[in-house]
């Protein structure tokens, strides 16, 4: 992708979308992913409507930013972009992307590191991983921890995990 190409489209189907004042938060329905855009990214991704070329981009990112952000920094957001499939992929672009790390580019503007491109990604828990007590879901409570009888819907505490209800004692 050259500097006078568009970038690639967003994605926007299977998304909820919050625009907070600082940031954007974007949960991926379908792979169940929660990303956080600080300002920059999220500007990148807004205009990201296969139209707007990274010199557009870089014009808009240093004026609405108020920072002297360059190319390198609209070629970061868009890899981010990416790997987080927030955009439409073109393969070919990829490949002729620059090679660029967030630590270079740190590096290399340090004055203006604040405004690079940032998304923190996190994986939503399945509702199994989220029950705060897994005991909840099972109607049964067996393996459930217990300290006496009574803790256990079994009344059978049995070394320190409900078991079974235990059977009567037919001679006892």
């Known amino acids: 992708m050259t500097s006078t190409a568009a ?36 500007l990148v991704w807004k205009h990201c409507d296969g139209k707007t070329t990274i ?3 870089t014009s808009l990112l240093q004026a609405q930013l ?6 390198d920094v609209v070629w970061l957001a868009i890899k981010q972009l990416q790997r987080f499939h927030l955009v439409e992929s073109y393969d070919e672009e990829t490949a002729a992307m620059p090679s ?12 203006a590191a604040l405004v690079l491109p940032l998304i ?11 029950a705060t007590d897994p005991c909840i879901a099972n ?3 067996l393996g459930c921890p217990c300290q006496t009888d009574n803790d256990c819907d079994s009344f059978n505490c049995n070394a320190g995990t409900c078991g079974p209800p235990l059977k009567p004692n037919p001679g006892g």
Do not use: F, W
């Open 55 to 57: 010199v557009k981009m």
């Open 139 to 141: 109607p049964s409570g």
């Open 66 to 71: 108020d920072t002297s952000a360059n190319a």
């Open 120 to 130: 923190m990604s996190i994986s939503a828990p399945t509702a199994a991983q989220a």
């Open 7 to 42: 970038l690639p489209r967003a994605r926007i189907d299977g998304l909820v979308i919050k625009e907070l004042p600082n940031e954007t938060l974007v949960y991926d329905l379908e792979r169940d992913e929660a990303h956080c855009l600080n300002q920059a990214a999220a």
């Open 100 to 111: 660029l790390s967030r630590r270079n580019l740190v590096l290399k503007h340090a004055p």
